[in-house]
């Protein structure tokens, strides 16, 4: 079993930032690749981020690419994600995700296909 708890959200102007992290429990966090979804008022849960069990292989959705870099730090089961050059459409509720996946290349992160999940943090971006 693995436990998710995310924190870092709140409220922010257009353009600044924000770092969410991640705290896993379990002994086994570093067999996990490790992901962030978001999911806006009346839209779908969509992808924003992930991290191999090793941290050299990330991947990004288009939306975020350039603004947003998700990194972790097994000693500390934690994975984090900060958000740089924040815009009002990135206003969601973020969630943290965990997949099992032993390849040192991050694999596709679907929300149907993760194995735990955090029970989100709200971040809101102001115009």
């Known amino acids: 079993q693995v436990q998710l708890v995310e924190s870092g959200g709140g409220l922010v102007q257009a353009g600044g930032s924000l770092r969410l992290s991640c ?3 379990g002994r086994t966090f570093s ?15 969509e ?3 992930a991290i191999s069990w090793s941290g050299g292989s990330t991947r990004y959705a288009d939306s975020v690419k350039g603004r947003f870099t998700i990194s972790r ?6 994975v ?3 958000m740089n050059s924040l815009k009002p459409e990135d206003t969601a509720v973020y ?13 596709p992160f679907t929300v149907g296909g993760m194995d735990y999940w955090g029970k ?7 115009s």
């Open 23 to 25: 705290a896993a429990s």
């Open 95 to 107: 969630y943290c995700a965990a997949d099992r996946q032993l390849s040192t290349v991050v694999g």
């Open 73 to 78: 730090d097994n000693a500390k089961n934690t």
């Open 47 to 49: 992808f924003v981020a």
């Open 120 to 126: 989100g943090t709200l971040v809101t971006v102001s």
């Open 31 to 45: 067999t996990y690749a490790m992901g962030w979804f978001r999911q806006a008022p009346g839209k779908e849960r």
């Open 80 to 82: 984090y994600l900060q």
